[in-house]
């Protein structure tokens, strides 16, 4: 699976907590990815990253942030989760900014209750 | 606005058949079509690409059919089996980065029947 591991696999939240969620690379690629995964939608991307400490928003950012300290390591932040925010959350990374190719991880299944 | 548009949603195939997918795009920047299968529990795993510059690619029992002028790609599998189960998204990128980068299809969950 491209050395991705994302954590957790699997996490239950109330509504208005804080959730991070964790995808760490050992690829040393320098672009990093996080998508939303809904029936009905697809795949669509929510945050990207470019580098250390340069990322930028996709197209579903509105609240969600994230984080990268280090090259191996992309955090996803849900600052106050809502039951809109239930969904599966990939992290990908790719060593060219075309995302060709782009590797994902196994997902995390995030449920707001 | 959907960028990428995919179909059929769903297709159930016979055991030995040939499944096929389509995708239209409208944006002629796109320089990068990749076809990617997702099995469940797993995230999604490219499968095969295409460049514009060729109309087919092969490899193996899957085919890329690419129309240029039609803005439109299809993925064949010939000789399907019931291990091709999966869901399969198109997408396309400009080659741009981050935002720019790929753009997804809806999906297809393909079911094939022994």
């Known amino acids: 699976d491209a050395g991705i591991t994302q954590s957790p696999r699997h996490k239950v939240t109330e509504t208005g907590t804080p959730v991070t969620l964790r995808c760490h690379q050992t690829e040393n690629h320098r672009y990093m990815y996080w998508y939303r995964q809904d029936p009905g939608h697809g795949l669509r991307l929510i945050h990207y990253?470019?580098?250390?400490?340069?990322?930028d928003k996709g197209e579903v950012s509105d609240g969600y942030s994230v984080s990268r300290s280090k090259t191996e390591d992309f955090l996803l932040t849900l600052e106050s989760a809502t039951s809109s925010q239930t969904s599966v959350y990939f992290c990908?990374?790719?060593?060219?900014?075309?995302?060709?190719?782009?590797?994902f991880g196994n997902g995390t299944r995030l449920t707001v209750t | 606005q959907q960028q990428v548009k995919q179909s059929p949603q769903s297709l159930i195939v016979q055991k030995g058949g040939i499944s096929i997918i389509n995708c239209a795009y409208e944006?002629?920047?796109?320089?990068?079509f990749p076809w990617y299968q997702q099995f469940p529990g797993k995230g999604p795993a490219l499968l095969i690409a295409?460049?514009?510059?060729?109309s087919e690619k092969k490899e193996g029992r899957f085919t890329i059919s690419f129309n240029k002028s039609a803005k439109q790609f299809s993925l064949h599998i010939m000789d399907s089996q019931p291990g091709d189960s999966a869901t399969y998204f198109c997408a396309a990128s400009t080659g741009g980065g981050g935002a720019d980068g790929l753009t997804f299809g809806k999906g297809t969950h393909l079911i094939i029947q022994p």
């Open positions: 990253s470019y580098g250390v400490k340069d990322t």
């Open positions: 944006n002629t920047a796109f320089d990068y």
């Open positions: 295409i460049r514009p510059d060729v």
């Open positions: 990908a990374i790719s060593p060219t900014p075309s995302g060709f190719p782009l590797h």
